[in-house]
Nanobody, 125 residues
Framework: QVHVVETGGGVVQAGGSLRLSCTTSGGIDRNYAMGWFRQAPRKEREFVAA????????SYADSVKGRFTISRENAKTTMYLQMNDLKPEDTAVYYC??????????????????WGQGTQVTVSS
């Protein structure tokens, strides 16, 4: 069974930084792209960022471009989201998502085959 686990959420003041991590386990037997979505109270879940299997291609929502950076470690099972210059409107539950690929190429948008349970990010003003 595939497990997707996020860590790194917390409470931070506006202008601060946090780094989220997402780790997969349980044997996805194909290459996979990974990404982040978030859901604020009373709002729909929205795309944040995604990264290809090799880490050579990324995609960002306009609202986070220039502030958030997605990356992936060489072993490819762990992904990070470095969030800088956080704003109160970034407050949400952040979810890790995984798209299983046929081959190793990926193009946005990210499909979602597996989800994590989410981690809360709260930005105070």
């Amino acid at each position: 069974q595939v497990h997707v686990v996020e860590t790194g959420g917390g409470v931070v003041q506006a202008g601060g930084s946090l780094r989220l991590s997402c780790t997969t386990s349980g044997g996805i037997d194909r290459n996979y792209a990974m990404g982040w979505f978030r859901q604020a109270p009373r709002k729909e879940r929205e795309f944040v960022a995604a990264i290809a299997y090799r880490g050579d291609k990324t995609s960002y929502a306009d609202s986070v471009k220039g502030r958030f950076t997605i990356s992936r470690e060489n072993a490819k099972t762990t992904m990070y989201l470095q969030m800088n210059d956080l704003k109160p409107e970034d407050t949400a539950v952040y979810y890790c998502a995984v798209e299983a690929l046929y081959g190793s190429n990926w193009n946005p948008p990210l499909r979602t085959d597996y989800w994590g349970q989410g981690t809360q990010v709260t930005v105070s003003s």
